[in-house]
């Protein structure tokens, strides 16, 4: 009986090179995370790992966590809100990493997730990082798809 590896692949954007600006979809707002948007912006990243393409702690452990963890910091979280909703969110950490990007299924396609991600790379550009990493799931396809029209490069591929 063979067990069937999972991979994940890192991936790296340059932030030396020109960098286009974000296009936002009419209706959308950005706003960074806060006290009051911790519930919904929790909802969303349990519903966007709900396909097994990654795990997010209940709500208490999560956001103790997030509160305790060194590479915290609200300015690197990026909400997007429609019509007071939580639609998209990106958390980043100070490391010049991008932990989660997520958009609301019912808004995918939209051109959110590519939004945010420009965004992400334009932040990180205005503190003087010369790259962005994160990490994905060979598996998951879209966002693979979204990293690599971005300019993403593959730095390796990791067995889980």
């Given amino acids: 009986m063979s067990i069937m590896s999972e991979y994940c692949l890192l991936l790296r954007k340059d932030l030396r090179?020109?960098?286009?600006?974000?296009?936002?979809?009419?209706?959308?707002?950005?706003?960074?995370l806060s006290e009051a948007l911790m519930q919904p912006v929790h909802a969303l990243l349990c519903l966007g790992y709900a396909d097994g393409r990654g795990s997010v702690e209940p709500l208490h452990s999560w956001q103790h966590d997030l509160l305790h963890d060194a590479e915290y910091d609200p300015q690197l979280w990026f909400v997007t809100l429609h019509?007071?909703?939580?639609?998209?969110?990106?958390?980043a950490w100070?490391?010049?990493?991008?932990k989660d990007l997520v958009v609301h299924p019912?808004?995918?396609g939209q051109g959110l997730g590519s939004a945010l991600l420009s965004h992400v790379f334009e932040v990180f550009r205005q503190r003087h990082e010369a790259c962005v990493d994160l990490k994905v799931m060979e598996h998951n396809h879209r966002a693979r798809r979204l990293y690599e029209q971005h300019g993403m490069a593959l730095i390796r591929r990791e067995a889980l």
């Fill in 94 to 98: 100070t490391s010049a990493y991008l």
């Fill in 106 to 108: 019912h808004h995918q």
């Fill in 17 to 32: 090179k020109p960098l286009p600006a974000a296009q936002w979809p009419e209706g959308f707002s950005l706003v960074t």
């Fill in 83 to 91: 019509e007071g909703q939580v639609i998209a969110v990106a958390q």
